[in-house]
């Protein structure tokens, strides 16, 4: 009888410990480059993997460079271009960082929660810290997480004559909505 309540703690106590840490793999990233002169740089990818941590608030979402979808294809060849993103030597965009004050959030209480997240962004090897505000929708058993913010595409090496020319934006907006 001792093995068994033994036994019986400690899976229910391995099940709380999963239970923390919730993932997606369709979470969703839009890019929106557009400036008044061109409004076709848009690209959204709906593969991105994601992780929240409702104990610690660690969230991290990573992002495959060739898996942003454009309506006009050569876009997308110069987006993943050398002289751009270079998907081929650097595959992936990723996110990672923690909720501030994850203790306010009650992942088990149905409501919205204003959140800001402490975290860097990684684009082409370029390391930089980006805090992000977002918000946190809980609803019974699903956790829906969602950001928009904004950076520079010249802080990661990201220049060129779209952007001089005003056809690209050098900052554009980036919104992430993912379903835990």
């Given at each position: ?49 994601g992780s929240i941590n ?25 987006f993943n271009g050398e ?67 904004s950076f520079k595409l ?27």
């Amino acid at each position: 009888m001792k093995k068994t309540t033994i036994l019986f703690a400690l899976l229910l106590a391995t099940g709380f410990t999963f239970a923390q840490k919730k993932t997606t793999t369709t979470a969703t990233v839009s890019f929106d480059a557009t400036t008044p002169k061109d409004s076709a740089p848009k690209a959204e990818n709906k593969t991105v993997i994601g992780s929240i941590n409702t104990k610690t608030g660690a969230v991290a979402f990573e992002a495959s460079v060739k898996n942003f979808s454009f309506a006009n294809p050569k876009m997308h060849d110069h987006f993943n271009g050398e002289n751009w993103l270079n998907s081929t030597q650097f595959p992936k965009f990723t996110y990672t960082g923690t909720i501030a004050n994850v203790d306010k959030v009650k992942f088990t209480t149905n409501g919205t929660y204003n959140v800001t997240v402490n975290g860097t962004i990684v684009i082409k090897g370029i390391t930089k810290s980006l805090p992000v505000s977002g918000t946190i929708t809980v609803n019974g058993n699903k956790i829906n997480v969602s950001s928009s913010f904004s950076f520079k595409l010249s802080d990661f090496g990201i220049s060129g004559q779209p952007i001089e020319a005003g056809k690209v934006t050098n900052e554009p907006k980036i919104k992430v909505s993912a379903d835990f």
